[in-house]
């Protein structure tokens, strides 16, 4: 394997291990802040992975992170697809987050293109489906790019996006 594949395969596993370890902070933090969901990462609707998910007997919690994907409403439009076609028959209450790294950020100031779409899709998917609420926050984390580091910051301002989660919903 050439050097450059090699590295730029190294840079992906540290990025991954650091969404990962931002997502797992996530879900202990949530797990603290709203013990009466059971929350899990990782789960499955259909094929769809979600990356945080809490849920009890009324509600489901659905949280996307979005670190760069070329396409970050494909998932979230899925969820509302699923849906629509009553796969969350079972719950009262299905409230989607979408969080958006700081790499949907502009230099200039607003968001790129990428996020004002996936958030028009959520938004108008949730109007089209009752029972469900689309909720998207900026999660001001930059994902380190190749041989960077992970912002000092990341644990604080994971439990501060955690917090703004778990305020739209009680217990």
């Not at 931002?22 to 990356?51: F, G, K, M, N, Q």
């Not at 949280?63 to 979230?76: F, G, H, K």
């Amino acid at each position: 394997m050439s050097k450059r594949r090699s590295a730029a395969r190294e840079s992906g596993q540290l990025v991954g291990e650091f969404a990962d370890a931002v997502r797992d902070r996530l879900r202990d933090t949530l797990a603290e802040r709203r013990p009466s969901l059971d929350w899990e990462t990782e789960c499955r609707v259909r094929r769809t992975p979600i990356d945080v998910v809490g849920t009890n007997a009324d509600r489901f919690v659905a949280v996307e992170l979005e670190w760069r994907r070329a396409d970050p409403a494909n998932n979230t439009a899925k969820l509302f697809y699923y849906a629509d076609e009553g796969a969350f028959g079972e719950y009262d209450d299905v409230l989607v987050c979408q969080l958006f790294s700081g790499y949907y950020d502009l230099q200039s100031g607003g968001v790129s293109s990428k996020r004002e779409v996936a958030e028009f899709v959520g938004e108008t998917a949730a109007e089209s489906v009752e029972y469900v609420a689309f909720h998207p926050f900026r999660l001001p984390i930059d994902p380190p790019k190749r041989g960077g580091e992970r912002p000092a910051e990341w644990r604080t301002r994971t439990d501060e996006t955690a917090a703004e989660i778990s305020a739209l919903f009680d217990g």
